[in-house]
């Protein structure tokens, strides 16, 4: 046949095409059509459609750059080889491999469709075609083709985190389809350490890993803290490849409090600042509530009414909401929560592909801030513990010429700031409080110092009064000019003791300024305005 009565077939065409074609069974557009089953229907600029290959209705008659004028497909069929050679190794060769000579820029798609059941799948491949052409030329080096997006998408790790008590276990039950994480109705975490589970879910290989929930309220929450910061980091490196989404789990019907905007707070100084925009997806567990509240509002329409803090939170995660009700068991309702689900997961696949490890020690200078705050307590302890003692000597009406307490404190003072310094070097956050043991420090010294030097003043006063009860014995002109000199020395110790109980009265401004503002005040201004700025 000529050029001009060719017929533009799909892949899966060519494929049924060929396997004819290597039965020595040439088998005309006509027959061909009358045995191929209805073809799913294309849309304009659709995967398949971009793919179509134009293809001879003879292809004994096939020719390198022949192309029809009417239809011009994006990928015209170049054979790099006649079709007759091909025959020598029918036997050895199926038919991915002769597509792969005949074709090899299609080998790629060729492979993608025979290798996938999943229709839902490439019908998303198809609806984000435009996306996902734009996307690969700066999307991760691991993503640079269709083929490669579905191998990636064919195998999905998850993270849940969240507040104890929102149902972050039994929704790692619902997605796998099995009992594998403890799950109670209880407000403290039943989940301890990180527990993980794998199933084969919707063609797709799922693994879910389950850290400890947050908000515990039978334990201090500084180690509470701690013990999350440590789960969370072995939940990183329990898996090596990274996870595709972090499922932040929320109850529906349950407020959003203050105590859940700091936990999104701390979880950004785990993870980063934007990993609630690039990695995380929310889940709302309870949707049977939902369901019982709003019968006839959808979850978007409901989600649009939302304000405050909620509807901030939304806004950073673009919309990727999810809801779940752990209860149903309604097979399609399953399915339609986990495609749901996969969808959104496929939408961060394209932008971000996964959160590694890499990404993680970015955010290691946020975390350390964290450990470091359960430590101000006790620094906060030590400083009020000197200053109070500091203003107890100050206060006594009799002068004590024992430093030894003093020195003691002294002591203190130097060791805190000497691991004050170690820490800072290491998290960088503490300057503000080692100026403010600086001054403690300096006061301390001044105070030591002024009793020294009453001391020595003492004894230079029992020197004199020693020397006033010999004075009789002595001449009265030798008397006159010791008398004179002691007198002159005298007013000399007095004018200096009154310069340094002057430097010692601004050291007690200093400390009762220091004290009308305590240190839990200037802790949470430093704490308040690092947050903000992050």
Same mark, same amino acid.
């Given at each position: !046949?000529? %050029?001009?009565?060719?017929?533009?077939?799909? /892949?899966?065409?060519?494929? +049924?095409?060929?396997?004819? =074609?290597?039965?020595?069974?040439?088998?005309?557009?006509?027959?061909?059509?009358?045995?191929?089953?209805?073809?799913?229907? !294309?849309?304009?600029?659709?995967?398949?459609?971009?793919?179509?290959? #134009?293809?001879?209705?003879?292809?004994?008659?096939?020719?390198?750059? +022949?192309?029809?004028?009417?239809?011009?497909?994006?990928? =015209?069929?170049?054979?790099?080889? $006649?079709?007759?050679?091909?025959?020598?190794?029918?036997?050895?060769?199926?038919?991915?491999?002769?597509?792969?000579?005949?074709?090899?820029?299609?080998?790629?798609?060729?492979?993608?469709?025979?290798?996938?059941?999943?229709?839902?799948? &490439?019908?998303? /491949?198809?609806?984000? #075609?435009?996306?996902?052409?734009?996307?690969?030329?700066?999307?991760?080096?691991?993503?640079?083709?269709? #083929?490669?997006?579905?191998?990636?998408?064919?195998?999905?790790?998850?993270?849940?985190?969240?507040?104890?008590?929102? %149902?972050?276990?039994?929704?790692?039950?619902?997605?796998?389809?099995?009992?594998?994480?403890?799950?109670?109705?209880?407000?403290?975490?039943?989940?301890?350490?990180?527990?993980?589970?794998?199933?084969?879910?919707?063609?797709?290989?799922?693994?879910?890993?389950?850290?400890?929930?947050?908000?515990?309220?039978?334990?201090?929450?500084?180690?509470?803290?701690?013990?999350?910061?440590?789960?969370?980091?072995?939940? &990183?490196?329990?898996?090596?490849?990274?996870?595709?989404?972090?499922?932040?789990?929320?109850?529906?019907?349950? @407020?959003?409090?203050?105590?859940? +905007?700091?936990?999104? /707070?701390?979880?950004?100084?785990?993870?980063?600042?934007?990993? &609630?925009?690039?990695?995380?997806?929310?889940?709302?567990?309870?949707?049977?509530?939902?369901?019982?509240?709003?019968?006839?509002?959808?979850?978007? +329409?409901?989600?649009?009414?939302?304000? %405050?803090?909620?509807?901030?939170?939304?806004?950073?995660?673009?919309?990727?909401?999810?809801?779940?009700?752990?209860?149903?068991?309604?097979?399609?309702?399953?399915? @339609?929560?986990?495609?749901?689900?996969?969808?959104?997961?496929?939408?961060?696949?394209?932008?971000?592909?996964?959160?590694?490890?890499?990404?993680?020690?970015?955010?290691? #200078?946020?975390?350390?801030?964290?450990?470091?705050?359960?430590?101000?307590?006790?620094?906060?302890?030590?400083?009020?513990? &000197?200053?109070?003692?500091?203003?107890?000597?100050?206060?006594?009406?009799?002068?004590?010429?024992?430093?030894?307490?003093?020195?003691? !404190?002294?002591?203190?003072?130097?060791?805190?700031?000497?691991?004050?310094?170690?820490?800072?070097?290491?998290?960088?956050?503490?300057? =503000?409080?080692?100026?403010?043991?600086?001054?403690?420090?300096?006061?301390?010294?001044?105070?030591?110092?002024?009793?020294?030097?009453?001391?020595?003043?003492?004894? =230079?006063?029992?020197?004199?009064?020693?020397?006033?009860?010999?004075?009789?014995?002595?001449?009265?002109?030798?008397?006159?000019?010791?008398?004179?000199?002691?007198?002159?020395?005298?007013?000399?110790?007095?004018?200096?003791?009154?310069?340094?109980?002057?430097?010692?009265?601004?050291?007690?401004?200093?400390?009762?300024?220091?004290?009308?503002? $305590? !240190?839990?005040?200037?802790?949470?201004?430093?704490?308040?305005?690092?947050?903000?700025?992050?």
């Amino acid at each position: !046949m000529s %050029g001009e009565s060719e017929k533009r077939f799909t /892949v899966r065409e060519t494929i +049924e095409l060929l396997q004819a =074609e290597k039965q020595d069974v040439l088998v005309s557009p006509k027959q061909h059509a009358a045995k191929q089953k209805p073809a799913i229907p !294309m849309r304009r600029d659709s995967f398949r459609r971009r793919q179509a290959i #134009s293809y001879p209705s003879d292809i004994s008659k096939i020719k390198e750059n +022949e192309t029809s004028e009417d239809t011009k497909p994006c990928h =015209e069929y170049k054979p790099s080889k $006649p079709v007759s050679q091909l025959k020598s190794n029918e036997n050895d060769k199926d038919v991915t491999s002769t597509i792969e000579e005949l074709h090899p820029d299609v080998s790629a798609e060729v492979n993608s469709i025979q290798s996938t059941n999943d229709d839902t799948t &490439i019908e998303k /491949v198809d609806q984000n #075609s435009t996306l996902i052409t734009k996307t690969f030329g700066e999307s991760p080096s691991n993503i640079t083709s269709r #083929s490669s997006f579905l191998t990636e998408i064919s195998k999905i790790d998850f993270l849940l985190i969240g507040k104890t008590g929102n %149902g972050k276990s039994a929704l790692g039950n619902t997605i796998l389809k099995q009992n594998v994480f403890r799950s109670l109705n209880s407000s403290s975490s039943v989940t301890k350490e990180v527990t993980s589970a794998k199933a084969y879910i919707l063609d797709k290989t799922v693994s879910v890993f389950d850290a400890p929930g947050f908000g515990d309220t039978d334990g201090d929450q500084t180690v509470s803290n701690k013990l999350v910061l440590d789960s969370l980091t072995a939940a &990183i490196s329990a898996n090596p490849d990274g996870y595709h989404a972090f499922l932040l789990v929320l109850r529906f019907g349950e @407020r959003f409090k203050k105590e859940d +905007e700091e936990t999104i /707070v701390f979880l950004k100084s785990i993870f980063g600042g934007d990993f &609630i925009r690039k990695f995380c997806i929310l889940v709302m567990t309870f949707g049977d509530h939902f369901e019982k509240d709003n019968q006839e509002a959808s979850l978007q +329409e409901w989600l649009s009414k939302q304000k %405050g803090r909620l509807a901030d939170l939304l806004k950073e995660c673009n919309n990727r909401v999810v809801l779940f009700d752990n209860k149903t068991t309604d097979e399609l309702k399953q399915e @339609r929560q986990l495609k749901q689900l996969f969808s959104f997961v496929e939408d961060l696949v394209l932008e971000n592909c996964r959160y590694t490890n890499n990404l993680f020690d970015m955010a290691k #200078s946020t975390r350390n801030k964290i450990l470091m705050g359960s430590n101000i307590s006790t620094y906060e302890q030590r400083y009020n513990a &000197i200053l109070l003692n500091l203003k107890a000597i100050q206060k006594e009406e009799k002068l004590n010429c024992d430093t030894t307490l003093l020195k003691s !404190m002294l002591q203190t003072c130097q060791e805190a700031l000497q691991n004050l310094n170690e820490d800072n070097r290491e998290y960088g956050c503490l300057q =503000e409080i080692i100026n403010q043991f600086k001054y403690l420090e300096e006061a301390v010294n001044a105070e030591i110092d002024i009793r020294n030097r009453l001391s020595a003043y003492k004894c =230079e006063n029992d020197l004199v009064q020693a020397i006033r009860k010999s004075r009789d014995q002595l001449a009265k002109m030798q008397y006159q000019d010791l008398a004179k000199r002691l007198e002159k020395e005298k007013m000399e110790y007095e004018e200096l003791y009154k310069q340094e109980r002057k430097n010692v009265t601004e050291l007690e401004n200093k400390i009762r300024d220091l004290y009308k503002k $305590p !240190m839990a005040q200037i802790i949470k201004s430093k704490l308040d305005s690092y947050f903000k700025s992050s």
